[in-house]
């Protein structure tokens, strides 16, 4: 009887679904493990490490996303408990939250429209297409409305999501060095600026630092979502037909 091979390990494992989702969360344990080691460092991101640690696996194996997706979809799945989950410290810190709610509604009505209007203006001066600008217009709201979003807009959804979560890693990693360099103190308003520009990857990075900045990028992420939907169709929604 032939001793099985490496090779032959890997095609047994990966024909369980469970091999993917365990993966997943096994190189998401270890990259958050590296962050607190690190201090939780903005460069050293547990998203962007997954990501990062993921796609070199699939492409040394050869594996096909929807394979992949098959067997971590419940963390997709998750993703919407885990949204709602953010209630529970916003209900904490309520009092807060009314002591600045003139604060929080100034900022989410610069804020919201500013961060479509500024990458959608720096794209179009660049020379980007037509699709990748409208693929930018959700970009700092949550991916499961982002990619409603651009499916109404006549945005790819597929895109949408790239640029999605690219926006939340390149938020999450630069939040804390700006927000030092401008000399913000408040946690609050550290918070609300992740959770409005790079909703759950930012708001991911304000737990991180402060329970405070949590609960407000949380709120921030959930009004911002709320802002964009109703707006950008609104605005953007006749281009769908040209």
Known sequence: MNAATPFDLWVYLAASPLLWLTLTVGIFVGAQRLAKASGFHALVNPVLITIVAVVIVLQLTGTRYDTYFDGA????????????????????????VRAK??????????????????????????????????????????AGIAVGIAGEIGAEPALTAVLVIATGILGAVIVTPLMNALKIT?????????????????TARAYQVNPIAGSFAGLAMALNGVVTAIIVPLVYGPLAGA
């Open 73 to 96: 979809q419940f963390i997709h799945f998750i993703l919407g408990p885990a949204t709602v989950a953010l209630a529970v410290p916003l209900y904490r810190a309520r009092q807060l």
């Open 186 to 202: 408040d946690y609050a308003a550290r918070g609300f600026a992740a959770g409005l520009t790079s909703h759950g990857i930012g």
């Open 101 to 142: 709610a003139l604060p929080i509604l100034a900022a989410l009505a610069i804020g919201a429209p500013f961060a479509i209007a500024s990458a959608t203006m720096i794209a179009f001066l660049l020379g980007a297409g037509r699709e990748i600008i409208l693929a930018l217009v959700p970009k700092s709201v949550t």
